[in-house]
């Protein structure tokens, strides 16, 4: 599996790396409000009832060594984004990665998604995708959130409802939020590829050296323009 995805880097031209979370053969599963429990990412992704946890059915499966030492030798970590409780959270779930992160002394920034997905994250907002975050992982695995503010716009599939940040805080249990418009407005369920990268610039660029050399108070926001 390894070699196979370093190959598959190699024919795809991939800048970087693709390091995956754990080498072990492990399942998603999920515990519903309605009290049920599923099993396997695309039936998790699905319910018809709201999540309320997601778990790996092998408890404790081993880190992919490189991994966990790629995140702790980072300068900057972003928990980008995706589906929550079957892309981001999945990984955090390996004991391993979420400590390797959370000892991180990288900068570390969370990008909200810019849209609901049904089943998944209905009627979520910026607040109860960080609560989901903060649940499945240990304190410390981000010290930034980046929220859309673009919510103008609207998405031509019913289905999907934009995220937004309640009453427009400055912070989120004592995170500081950082919002910019970052959604693309012909898909307006998906993030703007160069507004998200500019986001993240500015971001890294106001942030960064302050992250290690003088520390802003965390309930400084920037706005991007």
Do not use: W
Not at 55 to 66: G, I
Not at 79 to 105: D, F, H, M, R, W
Not at 108 to 114: D, E
């Amino acid at each position: 599996f390894e070699s196979g995805i370093r190959e598959l880097s190699r024919v795809l031209a991939v800048r970087g790396q693709i390091l995956p979370s754990t080498l072990e053969s492990v399942k998603l599963c999920a515990e519903l409000e309605d009290g049920r429990t599923i099993s396997g990412e695309s039936v998790v992704g699905t319910a018809d009832s709201a999540i309320t946890r997601v778990y790996l059915d092998r408890q404790h499966p081993m880190a992919f060594s490189e991994a966990s030492q790629a995140i702790l030798e980072a300068d900057y970590i972003i928990l980008a984004p995706g589906s929550l409780y079957t892309s981001l959270l999945p990984n955090l779930l390996v004991p391993e990665i979420s400590q390797a992160v959370a000892e991180s002394k990288a900068l570390k920034l969370y990008v909200c998604n810019v849209a609901t997905e049904p089943g998944e994250t209905t009627h979520y907002g910026v607040e109860e995708h960080l609560a989901a975050l903060k649940q499945h992982a240990p304190s410390g695995v981000c010290n930034l959130v980046l929220a859309n503010d673009q919510t103008s716009v609207q998405s031509a599939n019913g289905s999907y409802e934009l995220v937004e940040l309640q009453a427009k805080k400055r912070e989120i249990d004592g995170l500081p939020v950082i919002t910019a418009d970052v959604i693309d407005v012909e898909i307006p369920y998906q993030h703007s590829a160069p507004k998200l990268a500019q986001a993240v610039m500015h971001v890294y660029s106001d942030y960064g050296a302050s992250k290690r050399d003088r520390r802003r108070t965390e309930s400084e926001v920037l706005k991007v323009s």
